[in-house]
């Protein structure tokens, strides 16, 4: 078994493989169960695009399963379909996915599949016309979710300048402009072995699937001289910023945050304890949720955390609540309340391990499927985090201490710079207004 659970960790024995084209292979056996999953990323997302073709990599994502040079759209659906697999391609801020999950005597298709797209998606333009007009409808409905709108506004507020401020999904504006050749550009210059990591896990033999995929993926050709762009980074707002968007909603959506950390921070684990007790315990337990939500009645919903976001590039600290227009006022200053107390104030000995025991207790559920695995997998290629990240994660969330959390807390959470976004019934000052007013 090259994938175990014991004590609440998780051993994973994982054989890495640079194919000569340059592709990085990474498979993990596990014989429990007749399935296989296959992950793939190209590093592909949407920080390659420029700001005049928001949703060209999303889109282009999408669009791979639509055809090949060898199957059509509804070949691909049918061999899938007709194995018992599932298929997913999809496309988001830092990479372009193929996902596929299939028994194992099917692994052959699988990966031919998932090859295919790789390397011969055609990209018909009856298709690419249909999606992208599937894109605007769905992008006129993000309008009428104002916690999106908020989330929105957000971003565009602390990542401007930066690849970050658009939602992956493009606008209105850009997607309509597309063109099928814009989408195979992309395509040729990222779908490239020496930009792709393909993980394998489940009822697999290493040696006959490093056979299989040198086979199939050995002969797509290096592309020579490839490099990805420079990504401009995100910093945080020299002082806190307001901003209110009008909405004909009931609700008020409140945004509050700033600029995060990078994955590969070394204060992550700490910064993660620290989510817990304030806003990410799924549970009674983090005080924003405790206090604002259930002790006083002022949210929705409500959340916080750094974490979560943090990629290969800054993610950002939020602090989110949806409330009443009537209860707003309090809700705003309840969340920059409790975001300045965990900075002012040590967290006790009790909520360090109650955050800790979820932490550590809950991690081994994480790693149940090949999917899941396969994804870890990439995630650990992609951070640097080491194939023993599982094993060592328990430890490095048990020796967090009160001292850690004060000092990673006040190193990267500022109650002065935050930027606070409204939308709802408001106007541009942050006056409630009527119905009436917004007709």
């Not at 700490?270 to 990410?280: N, R, W």
Request: hydrophobic share 40%; net charge negative; aromatic share 6%.
């Amino acid at each position: 078994m090259a994938v175990s659970r014991k004590a609440g960790a998780v051993k994973l024995d994982v054989n890495r493989l640079v194919l000569s084209n340059g592709l990085v292979l990474l498979i993990a056996e596990n014989h429990s169960t007749p399935l296989v999953s296959i992950s793939v990323i190209a590093r592909a997302g949407s920080r390659f695009e420029p700001d005049e073709k928001a949703g060209l990599a999303s889109l282009a994502a999408e669009l791979v399963e639509e055809g090949t040079t060898t199957r059509t759209s509804r070949q691909i659906a049918e061999a899938i379909d007709s194995s018992g697999g599932h298929l997913m391609t999809f496309g988001d801020y830092q990479s372009n996915r193929v996902a596929l999950v299939s028994l194992s005597r099917d692994f052959n298709l699988g990966l031919e599949i998932a090859a295919d797209l790789l390397m011969n998606a055609v990209f018909p333009e009856d298709k690419v016309r249909q999606q992208i007009d599937r894109r605007l409808a769905q992008l006129k409905s993000r309008l009428d979710v104002p916690r999106t709108q908020a989330s929105d506004v957000f971003n565009e507020t602390v990542f401007r300048g930066t690849p970050q401020h658009r939602p992956s999904v493009g606008y209105e504006k850009t997607v309509g402009a597309l063109s099928r050749s814009d989408i195979e550009q992309f395509y040729r210059r990222y779908y490239v072995p020496n930009n792709t990591v393909l993980a394998i896990a489940g009822d697999v033999e290493t040696s006959q699937t490093i056979e299989r995929v040198e086979s199939v993926l050995g002969g797509w050709q290096r592309a020579s001289g490839f490099s990805s762009p420079d990504v401009p980074r995100p910093g945080l707002e020299a002082q806190a910023v307001e901003k209110h968007v009008t909405a004909p909603k009931e609700q008020v959506n409140v945004f509050i945050g700033h600029v995060g950390i990078e994955r590969k921070n070394p204060d992550y684990h700490a910064l993660l304890v620290m989510d817990m007790i304030l806003g990410s315990s799924p549970g009674f337990t983090s005080r924003i949720p405790r206090i604002l939500r259930d002790q006083q009645g002022l949210a929705y919903s409500t959340f916080a955390n750094i974490t979560s976001s943090a990629g290969v590039d800054p993610g950002r600290f939020v602090a989110y609540i949806g409330t009443a227009p009537g209860n707003l006022d309090r809700a705003r200053a309840g969340l920059r309340g409790e975001i300045a107390r965990i900075v002012e104030e040590p967290v006790s000995g009790e909520e360090l391990d109650i955050a800790k025991s979820y932490l550590t207790g809950s991690f081994v559920l994480r790693f149940q499927k090949n999917a899941q695995v396969s994804e870890f997998m990439l995630d650990a290629e992609i951070y640097g985090l080491g194939f023993d990240y599982l094993e060592k994660y328990p430890d490095l969330i048990r020796a967090v201490t009160i001292e850690d959390v004060t000092r990673v807390t006040r190193k990267h959470i500022h109650p002065e710079r935050l930027t606070t976004v409204v939308v709802g019934p408001v106007d541009e000052t942050g006056r409630m207004i009527s119905k009436q007013e917004m007709l």
